[in-house]
């Protein structure tokens, strides 16, 4: 049984440019939810999404968004990237709010 | 959402039984107490939760004494491999509250 998924594992991006960060979820899951962990602090929720909609969103920009498909696997878009979203982007799945699992994370690096 | 105080970081030897304490005196009455682990560059990974009392399960115990304002997670006979990040959470797991970390508590162990 496969966990949770997620794609790229590291990519470095140009200030200014878009990203996609790709997650598929736990087999049996509908819920993900998207979190930003900077070096050396603890992960920071972005936004979770049930029934491809945006349930609940944390203290992000509008340049984070994000789109859930049929198959509950989702996307996490972030445009005109600025040296501060160097992070860890962690991607949750969870049966509504039951039984939350972490992927891997994909490592942002923005130069 | 219930605010949680943890210490910074901890040191223990290898075989030692740990134990790492959080505040939390807002705790609502629907509130769980969750802890997390995470490793470099992995995602948290769940331990235990309980919501009072005592919790025991095969990597750990979880202490919550009467009055919920405070939580003991106590992992017996460390390993290398517990030298990690431990989070605290506290939440009622509804669709209102999501998954909020602190900065967690660095705990390493020494041979």
Redesign the interface.
């Known amino acids: 049984d496969a966990g949770?998924t997620q794609s790229p594992t590291h990519l470095i991006k140009t200030r200014g440019q878009q990203v996609t960060l790709r997650c598929s979820p736990k087999s049996g899951h509908d819920t993900v939810?998207w979190?930003q962990q900077a070096l050396?602090?603890?992960?920071?929720?972005i936004f979770?999404y049930?029934e491809e909609e945006e349930?609940?969103r944390?203290n992000f920009p509008d340049r984070f968004s994000g789109h859930q498909f049929p198959n509950y696997s989702s996307e996490l878009n972030v445009n005109a990237l600025l040296l501060g979203d160097s992070a860890?982007y962690?991607?949750?799945s969870s049966f509504?709010?039951?039984g939350?699992?972490?992927?891997?994370?994909t490592?942002l690096t923005v130069v | 959402l219930a605010k949680t105080t943890q210490p910074i970081s901890m040191d223990s030897y290898e075989g030692q039984e740990v134990n790492i304490t959080c505040s939390h005196n807002n705790i609502a009455t629907n509130d769980y107490i969750t802890w997390y682990q995470q490793f470099p560059s992995q995602g948290p990974r769940f331990i235990i939760q309980g919501y009072k009392t005592k919790v025991t399960n095969e990597v750990a115990s979880l202490f919550i004494p009467a009055d919920r304002k405070s939580s003991t997670l106590s992992l017996p006979r460390v390993s290398l491999s517990d030298t990690a990040v431990y989070y605290c959470l506290v939440g009622d797991g509804t669709g209102a509250n999501n998954l909020f970390f602190g900065t967690g508590t660095r705990l390493t162990v020494i041979p």
């Open positions: 949770v939810s979190y050396g602090q603890g992960p920071q929720f979770q049930y349930r609940q944390g860890l962690l991607c949750a509504g709010e039951v939350y699992t972490f992927g891997s994370g490592r």
